[in-house]
């Protein structure tokens, strides 16, 4: 009997060990993390797996409860994407896009996160304002942004004989830009947010001492602020990448599905014109695929540059 109870004891403590190593420290946070983990997988894990498959094959719509032989492709599929020229535009203009709309996102929305950190009159009113263009309706957004830059625009009256022509949203040259300040515009309110809660962590202390050893405010916010908040710039930089490189309804209300002569086509965009509107939705998962690739490349050079490794 003692020799089993032995057993007993010793037996216990790894089973306890095992089952912490697979549950966690605690198993309730895992059952409270179930529902979006299960989310996760059905929303957007299973969607890209059945993505991936789907471009490999010579996939194409069918009658729902038809049997039809949809045969392995390879690489054609790819093959067509990257012998694609409008393609290569998309991704050109997605490019143009991240480059105007990632840094100024950034700046942007440190700087005023700053200011509205500070002791400054009607402080809640701002940030209340800063966060209204995010959670308005796009449509609703698109239409004042029309009003205001179209041939007859307010702004083309304002600027007269300097107003573009063709005008913005109808130049090929203007028209991704535009996209890109409408966008950042738009979204600067869910950063500045971001920042907000970054910079409420920083002590006050660190600025004191920066003070006390004769820095002004503009070497503290790059002595304090800037290396306080990296972990938030770090997140700023892979949210705004993440959702530009997604960039669908700004051009399709805005300039009409990717015009002028595609200047403002962007992937998703491109993926949803021959996925949907042609019926190739093989291709359109190739150009999907590919787009997931160099967004995790470019977020991963992004991380390293920023140091987010260290934070």
Request: aromatic share 12%.
């Amino acid at each position: 009997m003692p020799r089993k109870a032995d057993r007993r004891g010793t037996a216990s403590p790894g089973g306890g060990r095992r089952k912490r190593k697979l549950l966690g420290e605690n198993p309730l946070g895992l059952l409270f993390s179930a529902p979006y983990l299960v989310f996760i997988i059905l929303v957007f894990a299973y969607p890209l797996v059945f993505a991936v498959w789907m471009s490999f094959q010579d996939y194409f719509f069918a009658a729902p409860g038809a049997v039809v032989d949809r045969p392995f492709a390879g690489l054609d599929n790819y093959a067509r994407v990257l012998q694609d020229p409008a393609v290569w535009r998309a991704f050109g203009n997605v490019g143009i896009f991240l480059i105007i709309n990632v840094p100024l996102t950034v700046i942007l929305s440190l700087l005023l996160a700053s200011a509205l950190n500070r002791a400054v009159h009607a402080r809640a009113f701002f940030r209340v304002a800063y966060y209204v263009p995010y959670v308005t309706a796009s449509v609703a957004i698109v239409g004042v942004w029309l009003f205001l830059f179209s041939g007859n625009g307010l702004v083309n009256n304002v600027l007269g004989p300097l107003a573009p022509d063709p005008s913005w949203l109808i130049n090929s040259q203007l028209a991704m830009p535009s996209i890109a300040l409408f966008v950042t515009w738009k979204q600067l309110g869910f950063y500045i947010l971001l920042y907000l809660a970054a910079l409420q962590n920083v002590p006050k202390e660190l600025y004191e001492s920066a003070s006390t050893d004769g820095a002004g405010p503009v070497r503290s916010f790059f002595s304090v602020t800037i290396p306080s908040v990296r972990p938030a710039t770090v997140l700023v930089l892979l949210l705004s990448t993440v959702t530009g490189a997604n960039l669908f309804t700004e051009p399709y209300l805005l300039t009409g599905g990717g015009g002028p002569n595609g200047a403002s086509t962007s992937p998703v965009l491109l993926m949803y014109q021959r996925g949907i509107e042609q019926g190739n939705p093989d291709v359109a998962a190739a150009i999907g695929v590919i787009l997931v690739v160099l967004v995790m490349i470019i977020a991963f050079i992004q991380r390293k540059l920023a140091g987010g490794d260290e934070s």
